[in-house]
């Protein structure tokens, strides 16, 4: 029903750059909150950035001046430019939607149930 697909991971050294993308069907961007999670191996699944409908962002203290979210709503279309990465950055990245009924992962204020199929972020020293 709500599907959310990735693309843009990949393996960089570090100091470089990737923009990640997540295309929605069976979701509208602009109605509910938009977030990016990343899991390294081994650890939790954690929240790196997030988008309100209003256009409003968060990032994870890791990320901040360096990551930068946003979306397109026209596209349906949700972005992570990730700058001057650092191997701590390698991880699956998951883009997420806000699911207010089945609840979910919680992350500044927002609730996330969907999920997308994650893309790997590999970054070299």
């Known amino acids: 029903q709500v599907q959310l697909v990735e693309s843009g991971g990949g393996s960089v050294q570090a100091g470089g750059s990737l923009r990640l993308s997540c295309v929605a069907s069976?979701?509208?961007?602009?109605?509910?909150?938009m977030g990016w999670f990343r899991q390294a191996p081994g650890k939790e699944r954690e929240g790196v950035a997030s988008?309100?409908?209003?256009?409003?962002?968060g990032y994870a203290d890791s990320v901040k001046g360096r990551f930068t979210i946003s979306k397109d709503d026209a596209k349906n279309t949700l972005y992570l430019q990730m700058n001057s990465l650092k191997p701590e950055d390698t991880a699956m990245y998951y883009c997420?939607?806000?699911?207010?009924?089945?609840?979910?992962?919680?992350?500044?204020?927002?609730?996330?149930?969907?999920w997308g199929q994650g893309t790997q972020v590999t970054v070299s020293s």
């Open positions: 069976g979701y509208t961007y602009s109605t509910y909150c």
């Open positions: 997420a939607a806000e699911d207010t009924l089945s609840g979910g992962v919680w992350y500044r204020g927002c609730v996330y149930g969907y």
């Open positions: 988008i309100h409908k209003d256009g409003s962002t």
